[in-house]
């Protein structure tokens, strides 16, 4: 049988993306958050479908009621553990301590293995609901496993300022990899986490050029100024390491026997896009907001007949004009949600839609003659979807 490689192509549209988006923001806004779970479900269909590894596009099966049912079941959950469970943490520090610093403190370090428990969940359902070639895909229920070492990288991670970062996002990796399924084909993670030491270059030097920044500014103030140049290369350095592993983590993945990746994601590119990007969104934010000010301020001189810079216009808002006090309302609670809306819209078209297309375009599939022998996976059932991650308001993919 012939060797093929399959190329990951990308269909994707600004203009379908934009008014996808703004219509699903709108509603979100006027039903006060209710349709968000549509909105993400609209948006990851809009996504999955216009990646397409040998022009044959991913499938999103998810819907709103699964995601809704999953949140409120979620909601239930954490209703429990932060009134009952932070009320005993209250009680017991209140009578020890005399003060409620150790309660607080409790309950955020309670909080955070069920923060790395939802993102677990979160992957495995929205892998449970994606579909390419008419196969699922899926990962093994090991949601508290991996919230127990993710808890334990974070921690050498933050105890070696960031020295063990590249070992923390290896093997939290190889967690999941090793537990991701296509088909009835087993992905696995190859490879080390020292494989990932040189794309951290960048991002150790800034580590260490903060460090040094911190020491000579605890006997120097001056010394702090060397911060201007350690937190631009930190931010680079991050920027290149998770570009860079990216591609190093996805040539040493394999499914089943002998399918392998590719991918060719570029740092200047995905760094181009993210500046580019927000300044695009941010200009057209500006502009639009600027013209719906002026507009919004000729209106309501045009209404109430008064040169909005005049003595008269000061006298009739004194008064307590009931139409324009309202107005003003009105105006204000549209500026705050035409932000909210107008920026989520413009950071998809102009951020996440170029940096998918720029991932997905830089993928490829070797061996892919051997994906015709994979066969179907049972469906994965959730009670609660992913709905621990809405309810602590996780960005899990899309």
Known sequence: MEIQTLQTDYAGRRWALFWLALKSSILTVLTLGFYRFWMKTRLRRF????????????????????????????????????????????????????????AYAMSF????????????????????????????????????????????????????????????????????????????????????WTTLLPAATHLYIGIGLSILAGVIGWFNPVGFALLGLSVPWLVIGLVHFKVQSFRILTANKRLGGAIRFHAAPRTGRV?????????????????????????????????????????????????????????????????????????????QVFVTMPLLRHYAETTSIANSHQLVLISQRPRDEFSEAEGFAEALDIGAAI
């Open 271 to 347: 760094f181009g896009i993210y500046l580019l990007g927000n300044f695009i969104a941010s200009m057209i934010l500006w502009l639009g907001l600027m013209a719906l000010v002026v507009g919004i301020v000729v209106f309501l001189a045009m209404f109430s007949q008064l040169d909005v810079f005049s003595e008269d216009f000061d006298a009739l808002l004194d008064s307590g004009d009931a139409i324009v006090q309202f107005g003003l309302i009105g105006v204000l609670a549209l500026l705050y949600f035409s932000v909210f809306v107008f920026w989520g819209v413009l950071n």
């Open 109 to 192: 370090i309670g909080i955070i293995p069920i923060y790395f428990y939802a993102q677990y969940r979160a992957r495995r359902y929205i892998l449970a609901r994606t579909r390419w070639r008419g196969l699922r895909f899926g990962i093994d229920p090991a949601a508290w496993a991996y919230a127990w070492r993710a808890l334990l990288h974070w921690l050498g991670t933050i105890l070696t300022l960031g020295i063990l970062y590249p070992r923390q996002i290896f093997w939290l990796e190889k967690f999941r990899i090793d537990r991701t399924w296509f088909g009835r084909e087993r992905f696995v993670q190859e490879g080390g």
């Open 47 to 102: 996504y999955w479908s216009a990646i397409r590894p040998g022009g044959v596009p991913l499938e999103y099966t998810g819907t709103g009621v699964e995601k809704l049912m999953g949140f409120l079941i979620a909601v239930v959950f954490m209703a429990f553990y932060i009134g009952i469970f932070n009320l005993l943490l209250m009680y017991v520090s209140f009578s020890l301590l005399n003060d409620n610093f150790a």
